[in-house]
């Protein structure tokens, strides 16, 4: 038991300490990766992910329509749960799109998740960890916009606060 317990607060102090990572230098655009650039970095639209009922979804039929808010998560993580709400609302405005990309967990504790939580949003599993590791995320959570062009301009461990910020320059 204190083995366990004490595996949960190393493991709440590493995700507090990810959180704590700044979004990507020079705000807003800085750091922007374009469409083509993303297919030469391996092509990071093109990934076939499963939706938690089995069902095939493409990622590339989420890019370049509208900006697209990329938030990669687990059932776990405490911070993921605390913005459920959030991406609740962000995902009823008609001009943005959220995604997220649960890594490595099982489709029943997902469902359950989606279940418990009221999760609105769409909900993909990755569980070999392709799409995350194509996108650079180091740790959960990881949040990463895109515009409609398929261009990052935001990468961060949370939903950022102004988020507006990074959709007005669509």
Not at 69 to 77: E, P, S
Not at 96 to 108: M, N, P
């Amino acid at each position: 038991m204190k083995r366990a317990n004490r595996f949960l607060f190393v493991l709440m102090l590493i995700c507090g300490a990810i959180c704590l990572l700044p979004p990507a230098p020079g705000g807003p655009g800085a750091g922007s990766v374009h469409a083509a650039e993303l297919r030469e970095a391996g092509s990071r639209t093109d990934f076939d992910l499963h939706s938690p009922t089995g069902g095939p979804v493409s990622l590339r039929s989420f890019v370049g329509r509208k900006p697209l808010v990329l938030v990669f998560w687990a059932t776990w993580c405490p911070i993921c749960r605390s913005e459920v709400s959030t991406l609740n609302r962000l995902n009823s405005n008609p001009a943005i799109q959220v995604l997220a990309i649960d890594i490595g967990e099982s489709s029943k504790k997902v469902q359950s998740f989606i279940k418990s939580f009221k999760v609105a949003y769409p909900v993909v599993l990755d569980p070999d960890e392709k799409t995350t590791a194509a996108y650079q995320v180091p740790g959960i959570p990881a949040c990463i916009i895109l515009d409609k062009a398929g261009r990052v301009v935001y990468r961060g461990s949370t939903v950022p606060e102004r988020i507006e910020t990074y959709l007005e320059k669509q």
